[in-house]
């Protein structure tokens, strides 16, 4: 091939909508959630591991949880590491670029024993410090999914204005 | 879907962009269909088979194919089914046929449209003809379709 | 027990690059299963089955057993069983080729894992590997949760940005001597890493492996067809696999337990108990600078905290007692469905004395490693004889 030729490329998009069967402890979650803005996880009835997000088994003792297994669990919780996600990617949940920056935290909340990574309110990466207290907020008008938290907040200490 | 049956699903979507490299062999392929309104195949240096639409292996032999061979543009419908319903990802409008054509000069089967209104005209064993695009897109529809001889 | 013995008889990989347009991906996979074939001057008609491995949402066609299972290997008529486990998809089908003919029930199997990643991109196709009502949303592909690890590990022990930069230098000049590896710097500075733009806090853009495209692919065989094949093939000593819980937020894995459980197995297996001492090179799967630091430990090289140790005191550099990544490693290459299987292509090349300007002297015993999913570790240990050290 001498001069470079513009290469034969197919271009496409998939666009393919999916109905996904979320599960008994999953209806329950974002009933309560909706409903009563609360947080619920599910505890393993034999080793009393609670887990978040609620799951049908428990994967260290194999033994199934059920909606009589749901805790509530506090809207608060610990940040135990944090990052600023600062580069474009697209989004295939929506097929267009998530907007950057934005701040993502790993932490559990008080009453669970597993982690959870969500969105938080802050860009600067040098406001975070493991350790800080996060709150979730949520949407005025809920609509059973995850989307009725958008993000948590890091609590702030009057000590900190 | 009742209130009931909607809390149980999370509708998603999974919407991704790609670009797909179709490679030297089909690029050489549409190009002719487009250019030259010729369709070309390769064939196997070991086992003589020849191959449409083209490709760099013969999957029998496990060589790679470099001897490129022009098939007429007609060939013999092996089999088809006739497509009645209306849906808008189709390429023609109903009634027309899918069919597996044997191109002149090839061992292996081509699938493509027959543009035909009347079913009853349709039979396997019938020689079918290439009708070209006006202006090209380099897609496989470059060929528009196949109409009876 | 395993009946029979495995050794890796045939290498074959492409020179990886950000972009193949040259080539579709058949075609491209070709590329690397013909080396392999000609390396261990096999026939096509020969190779008894076939492993094939990538991970589809970055391609878009996600039924790719059906085209690159027949054209771009000996497949036809052939068992044909593709492997697809995220990142760990190479490292899971060299096991399996591994379990295949330990069995018994195959003589020889030929093992192919590629990506042609940028045909649609790494981010967004890792994100639809997740769940999508918990995960999904937020999250932001690999480089995310390797971040928070990285956040994590750095404020636990006090590692710096320019301590991981350390690692992005030592891997890239590494690759310079590798002729298959994407990103080849063998001028690269500390500056060059220090200076990139911050991705993800605390990781730069040198710090983060690159999106590449390639095949990789390898022959293994009995020890009755190895002898008739090669006098110089590398033989598995053992294997191990650790997977962990469903979400990767189920345990705070920083510090990547999945290692340390794989490690001690395989350590166990094979009779290390000194992994510096009584390994000879070392390919690890290191996604970002930091997790060699942080993984290193995880493998038992380093206590706590001294993944940065092993560095500064030259015990992974090329002349040091442990050489990490001869290859260039992850940071320079990263297609990701062939990964894992270059890691162990790589540990291979260095058992058999292939390794050229890479070769580490006198190699007597190499580890692999693959690492994905929501933090799988899967470890081999290759040797120029089968049998465990003790």
Not at chain 1, 80 to 108: A, E, L, Q, S
Not at chain 3, 39 to 56: F, R, S, T, W
Not at chain 3, 59 to 81: H, Q, R
Request: glycine share 10%; hydrophobic share 35%; aromatic share 10%.
């Amino acid at each position: 091939m001498g001069k470079k030729e513009k290469e034969f490329q197919i271009k496409w998009k998939t666009d393919l909508p999916y109905k996904y069967s979320i599960g008994k402890l999953a209806v329950k979650y974002f009933e309560e959630l909706k409903e009563n803005k609360k947080i619920m996880g599910s505890k393993c009835p034999k080793c009393g591991k609670v887990h978040m997000p609620p799951r049908a088994v428990c994967a260290d003792c194999l033994v199934e949880m059920t909606v009589n297994d749901m805790v509530e669990l506090s809207s608060r919780g610990t940040l135990d590491g944090f990052t600023v996600v600062n580069y474009p990617f697209i989004d295939p949940t929506t097929g267009g670029m998530r907007p950057f920056p934005y701040g993502y935290g790993i932490f559990k909340l008080d009453g669970a024993d597993t982690y959870m990574m969500h969105f938080v309110d802050e860009t600067d990466h040098t406001k975070f410090k493991i350790g800080q207290r996060v709150e979730a907020v949520f949407k005025e008008k809920r609509e059973g999914n995850l989307g009725d938290i958008p993000y948590f907040k890091i609590i702030r200490d009057e000590s900190e204005e | 879907m009742s209130e009931d049956k909607e809390k149980k699903i999370y509708r998603g979507r999974i919407k991704v962009p790609y670009k797909h490299t179709a490679g030297a062999y089909v690029e050489k392929f549409i190009t002719e269909i487009g250019k030259n309104h010729k369709i070309m195949g390769v064939k196997c240096p070991k086992c003589g088979k020849v191959f449409v639409p083209p490709k760099m292996i013969c999957f029998k032999c496990f060589e790679k194919m470099e001897e490129w061979v022009e098939l007429g543009n007609q060939g013999t419908v092996k089999g088809f089914t006739v497509v009645s319903h209306s849906t808008p990802v189709l390429p023609l409008k109903p009634p027309f046929a899918y069919a597996i054509i044997t191109l002149d000069g090839a061992d292996t089967e081509f699938i493509h449209i027959i543009k035909e209104s009347d079913p009853e005209k349709l039979k396997v064993g019938m020689r079918v003809e290439a009708v070209f695009k006006e202006v090209p897109r380099k897609r496989i529809l470059d060929i528009e379709y196949f109409k009876l001889i | 027990m395993p009946k029979h013995d495995v050794a890796v008889v045939g290498i074959g990989q492409t020179k990886f690059r950000s972009k193949r347009r040259d080539v579709n991906i058949p075609e491209m996979i070709y590329e690397a299963v013909k080396m392999a074939l000609d390396d261990a001057q096999m026939e096509p008609k020969d190779v008894d089955a076939i492993l094939i491995g990538n991970m589809d949402h970055f391609e878009g066609i996600n039924f790719s057993e059906m085209w690159c299972g027949i054209d771009a290997t000996p497949g036809y008529l052939k068992p044909v069983v593709k492997i697809a486990t995220g990142g760990t998809t190479g490292s899971s089908l060299g096991i399996c080729g591994y379990y295949n003919i330990a069995s018994g029930i195959y003589k020889n199997v030929l093992v192919v894992g590629w990506e042609k990643l940028n045909e649609g991109g790494a981010t967004t196709g890792i994100i639809t590997a997740f769940d999508p009502v918990w995960e999904r949303p937020s999250l932001a592909g690999a480089l995310g949760p390797l971040a928070l690890m990285a956040n994590i590990y750095a404020a636990k022990y006090g590692i710096t940005s320019e301590q991981a930069a350390k690692v992005t230098v030592k891997n890239r000049s590494n690759a310079a001597n590798n002729p298959f590896a994407h990103l080849q710097m063998p001028n690269i500075t500390l500056e060059y890493v220090m200076n990139s733009q911050m991705i993800s806090y605390p990781l730069r853009l040198h710090d983060c492996c690159p999106q590449s495209e390639g095949a990789c692919a390898l022959i293994y065989a009995n020890e009755e067809e190895t002898k008739k094949i090669t006098d110089n093939p590398a033989w598995f000593k053992g294997v191990s696999t650790a997977h962990y819980y469903t979400f990767g937020t189920d345990d705070i894995m920083y510090d990547l337990p999945t290692a340390t459980i794989a490690s001690k197995k395989i350590y166990k297996k094979v009779g290390i108990q000194d992994p510096i001492k009584e390994l000879d090179v070392a390919e690890i799967y290191e996604p970002t600078s930091w997790s060699e630091l942080s993984w290193t430990e995880a493998l038992g090289f380093a206590e706590q905290g001294g993944g940065g140790k092993l560095l500064d005191e030259g015990i992974t550099q090329m002349s040091g007692e442990l050489p990490v990544n001869p290859s260039g490693g992850v940071l320079s290459t990263n297609p990701i469905g062939a990964t894992a299987l270059v890691r162990f292509a790589e540990a291979v090349i260095q058992v058999m004395g292939r390794g050229g300007k890479r070769q580490v002297p006198d190699v007597e015993t190499a580890l692999g490693m693959g690492f994905g999913g929501s933090l799988w570790t899967e470890l081999a240990i290759f040797g120029k004889d089968p049998n465990p050290l003790r």
